[in-house]
Nanobody, 126 residues
Framework: QVQLVESGGGLVQAGGSLRLSCTTS????????MSWFRQAPGKEREVVTG????????YYADSVKARFTISRDNAKNTVFLQMNSLKPEDTAAYYC???????????????????WGQGTQVTVSA
């Protein structure tokens, strides 16, 4: 079993920045793809970004490209999401997730992810 704990959410004005962190109970050097999903009220959960276990490959949803950056520090068992130029439509609960089955490819379906954090709220005011 793997526990994931997110932190770093909060309230920010449009154009601002936040940095989310996801710390795992198991070494992230374990061959897990790590991804961030988000869910806004009344909407389905969607993938935001993901990173392969070695960090060599990443995926970004079109809506966040050039604004968000995912990174990981396996020595600290932590994955980061740097969010810049935030928009009100980025408001959502953000979830960290781990996919242990496909270490070299970021899968975008939430069904691929076996382990999830509890979520952290990001609210962007206009």
């Amino acid at each position: 079993q793997v526990q994931l704990v997110e932190s770093g959410g909060g309230l920010v004005q449009a154009g601002g920045s936040l940095r989310l962190s996801c710390t795992t109970s198991r070494r992230t050097s374990s061959r897990f793809v790590m991804s961030w999903f988000r869910q806004a009220p009344g909407k389905e959960r969607e993938v935001v970004t993901g990173i392969t276990w070695g960090g060599g490959s990443t995926y970004y949803a079109d809506s966040v490209k050039a604004r968000f950056t995912i990174s990981r520090d396996n020595a600290k068992n932590t994955v980061f999401l740097q969010m810049n130029s935030l928009k009100p439509e980025d408001t959502a609960a953000y979830y960290c997730a781990a996919d242990p089955a496909s270490p070299y490819v970021v899968r975008t379906s939430e069904r691929a992810y076996d382990f999830w954090g509890q979520g952290t709220q990001v609210t962007v005011s206009a």
